[in-house]
């Protein structure tokens, strides 16, 4: 009986429900999930954003292939639910938060240090974020559409990090850099080595789910070939922040691990980097020194950032309500400690100095709520033999957000789509089990939401 259903457990048929319709489960994707065009629509618009076709077949950059794909989608999804006249929008605790989170945005505006530049982040960036987070929450409703999803997002991965990997053997570095640091992949996502870590990290513990659920060799010996490219790619990024979120990662899977009696795997999963090390480039260790003592650093960028942080948490005590504007840290910073033009490095502070306190706990609540619910969901779906799947690709997506949850310290990306892409799928995640437990139950369950 999976937990799905424990939110309606004073039903007087519950117990029947549940015993007599044991196939139910199974049928998480049974569900009438709507037409495929949103879905594949999306699935098209990632595959651009990460791999981004139009900067290797130049032909294809009039067309504006990006907008294009996520119009379709976000069309189609329109037409499709007012045919079925389904709701537009999902009622969860994370929707409920993004809209309080772009609202107080919204609001905020006109008090801008620059209202214009303001309203511009919003209709530029920010919406579009949104508007991922919003289609992956409604299309991808179903158990294969998740699978698909997550596969898609790994494959995806390959030539990410083949690519950094070749540039360090190329030695393909960025220039004027006391440290030589690979170029990143030249799309939205991974132009430059930390993003390149970052985006790998995110993707890393969905290829590990998608591994854990393989049963034929050649699928198990594919995920394990990506999973260990994606490795070596964060590394050879030498980021600090990269092998940070990199290490909570591996120390959360030991301790599952050991939680689960599979000790000697645990053992040795901690002790794989311990093996790694004499094969790691030879400046690294120097590189991640460079965390603990900041004034080791010879970029400079260390102690820059610890500056610029120092710097937002000035504005934010003097600034707590109000901030300086979606999208304005720069200008705030600039007026704190000098017109550098750079953006504090900490998607915490980023949302702190934008939007005060307010944007700050809207942004960290919606964070919470998301892991919260890939957490909920793991635990229900592990009840239920026929949901494994579904247990460890909401594991996948729980280790996903606890490691954005770590790097966000060190990147300013609070509006960017690394996160609502997770919480996107999180909310996803949530809807094929709440699917499960109307299959089971019937039409009138009424799952518990995540908070």
């Keep these: 009986m999976s937990r799905c259903a424990q939110a309606a457990w004073w039903r007087p048929d519950f117990r029947l429900a ?88 919204l609001v905020t505006a006109p008090l801008s240090y620059w209202p214009g530049g303001s309203a511009a982040f919003l209709l530029d960036l920010y919406l579009k974020s949104l508007a991922i987070f919003w289609l992956l929450g409604a299309t991808v409703t179903t158990l294969p559409r998740l699978r698909a999803f997550t596969w ?31 170029l990143g992949y030249d799309a939205p996502l991974t132009g430059n080595p930390n993003d390149l870590a970052l985006t790998l990290n995110l993707i890393l513990p969905l290829t590990v789910a998608l591994l854990c659920l393989a049963r034929r060799a050649v699928a198990r010996a594919t995920l394990l070939a990506i999973l260990l ?132 706990v809207l942004f960290a609540l919606l964070l919470a709520a998301s892991v919260r619910s890939a957490s909920v969901v793991r635990a229900r779906a592990d009840a239920s033999p026929d949901l494994q799947p579904l247990s460890h690709l909401a594991e996948g997506i729980q280790t996903s957000l606890l490691a954005f949850a770590v790097a966000a310290l060190f990147h300013p990306v609070a509006y960017h789509f690394y996160f609502y892409y997770l919480a996107g799928l999180a909310v996803a995640a949530r809807a094929v089990c709440d699917a499960a437990a109307r299959d089971t139950l019937g039409p009138d369950a009424r799952p518990g939401r995540a908070a």
């Excluded at 494959?155 to 990410?160: D, E, G, N, Q, S």
């Design 18 to 105: 549940s015993g007599d319709r044991p196939e139910a489960t199974a049928g998480a994707a049974s569900e009438e999930p709507g037409s495929a065009v949103p879905f594949w629509g999306l699935m098209s618009f990632t595959f651009i954003l990460l791999i981004a076709p139009q900067s290797y077949v130049p032909a294809l950059a009039p067309f504006r292939i990006a907008l294009l794909a996520a119009g379709v989608a976000i069309t189609a999804h329109l037409v499709d639910c007012l045919l079925r006249r389904r709701p537009l929008v999902a009622r969860t605790a994370e929707t409920g938060l993004a809209a309080g989170l772009a609202g107080w945005a």
């Design 152 to 182: 898609a997002l790994s494959l995806m991965a390959v030539p990410i990090a083949a690519t950094g990997v070749s540039h360090y053997l190329s030695g393909h570095f960025m220039p004027d850099t006391s440290v030589k640091r690979i």
């Design 229 to 360: 490219l994606e490795v070596t790619g964060v590394i050879l990024t030498f980021s600090r922040a990269g092998f940070l979120a990199l290490t909570v990662m591996l120390l959360m899977y030991v301790w599952r691990l050991f939680r689960r009696g599979r000790r000697a795997l645990g053992a040795l999963a901690l002790a794989a980097p311990l093996l790694l090390l004499p094969f790691l480039p030879a400046d690294y260790a120097g590189r991640l020194g460079t965390i603990t003592d900041v004034e080791s650093d010879p970029t400079g960028s260390a102690q820059e950032r610890w500056n610029d942080s120092m710097a937002a948490v000035n504005f934010v005590l003097g600034h707590p309500l109000v901030g300086a504007g979606v999208g304005m840290n720069i200008l705030a910073l600039n007026e704190m400690r000098g017109a550098t033009w750079r953006a504090v490095h900490n998607a915490y502070l980023e949302t702190a100095v934008d939007l005060g306190l307010p944007g700050f």
